[in-house]
């Protein structure tokens, strides 16, 4: 996954140490993540569940079902942010979508680009996908930006499709295509 030497981050699995550090971006980014995302349970923000996701999220590769990743900056190795593939279908569609989120302290950095691009390599030349979906906020243009950036096309809008803050809201999706099918 972490091929090039010049990118500023790079992504890996997480680990069980990762569960505090991924509590403390949720929970000071909370409000900002909460304009554009369905708001999590109470517990999302504990240190408890995150360590819980961590060790459900090995089980989770090895049957196939999600794939999650920590974005962590390459001078220090700090993570900064989490980038997943969710949604996989096997058989006649080969597809899963992409989401992410990052500390919005590094936000317009270019982090975000390089860790979806990143995922993506990976997704198509390891886990051998032929299509990943993401989708934004028409409200959030940096991650509309973002997913461009890395190669992925807009397809239309998915009208009222999810509920954010009590709101059903619209959502831009865009997608990528493996070049090598």
């Not at 906020?137 to 998915?158: D, Q, T, W, Y």
């Amino acid at each position: 996954m972490d091929k090039t030497v010049d990118q500023q981050i790079y992504v890996r699995f997480p680990e069980k140490a990762d569960a505090a550090a991924l509590t403390d971006i949720y929970r000071r980014n909370r409000a900002f993540f909460e304009k554009y995302s369905p708001s999590a349970i109470d517990e999302f923000y504990t240190e408890e569940y995150q360590l819980q996701l961590i060790v459900n999220s090995k089980s989770d590769r090895e049957t196939d079902r999600r794939y999650d990743f920590v974005i962590c900056r390459r001078e220090d190795g700090r993570v900064i942010g989490s980038v997943g593939l969710s949604f996989v279908m096997r058989g006649a569609l080969q597809s899963c979508m992409i989401g992410y989120s990052l500390d919005q302290d590094y936000n317009g950095r270019g982090y975000m680009t390089e860790a979806v691009n990143i995922v993506v390599q990976y997704a198509f030349e390891e886990l051998k996908f032929h299509r990943i979906t993401g989708e934004a906020s028409p409200k959030n243009p940096g991650s509309i930006r973002v997913l461009e950036k890395a190669g992925f096309h807009k397809e239309g809008i998915a009208v009222r499709n999810v509920r954010i803050n009590g709101v059903w809201e619209d959502h831009q999706v865009l997608a990528i295509l493996n070049p090598a099918d």
